[in-house]
Nanobody, 124 residues
Framework: QVWLVESGGGLVQAGDSLRLSCTAS????????IGWFRQAPGSERKFVAG????????VVADSVKDRVTITRDKAKNTIYLQIQNLKPEDTTVYYC?????????????????WGQGTQVTVSS
């Protein structure tokens, strides 16, 4: 069992930047890709960005690719999601998840372990 804990969310102003963290513990695997998703109430979970176990393969959703950076610190078992120029439409809960494969992927069905999420609220 692996536990994923997200942190770094909060209330920010439009145009601000935020760095979300996803820390893994338990049966941690440095051979799995990690992804970030976001989900608004009543909506499906949407892929934001993913990073492979090595940190070299990355996939970022087209809708945010000019504002989002994903990185991985294997020594700390932590994956970071940096979001710049935040917009009110970025307001939602952000989740990280562990994939069943080592390469970054946007396919939500490849992610089996999920964190509890962290709320990001962007005021205009």
């Amino acid at each position: 069992q692996v536990w994923l804990v997200e942190s770094g969310g909060g209330l920010v102003q439009a145009g601000d930047s935020l760095r979300l963290s996803c820390t893994a513990s338990g049966r941690t695997s440095n051979t799995s890709a990690i992804g970030w998703f976001r989900q608004a109430p009543g909506s499906e979970r949407k892929f934001v960005a993913g990073i492979g176990w090595s940190g070299f393969t990355k996939v970022v959703a087209d809708s945010v690719k000019d504002r989002v950076t994903i990185t991985r610190d294997k020594a700390k078992n932590t994956i970071y999601l940096q979001i710049q120029n935040l917009k009110p439409e970025d307001t939602t809960v952000y989740y990280c998840a562990e994939a069943v494969e080592p390469r970054a992927t946007s396919r939500v069905q490849r992610y089996t372990q999920w964190g509890q999420g962290t709320q990001v609220t962007v005021s205009s």
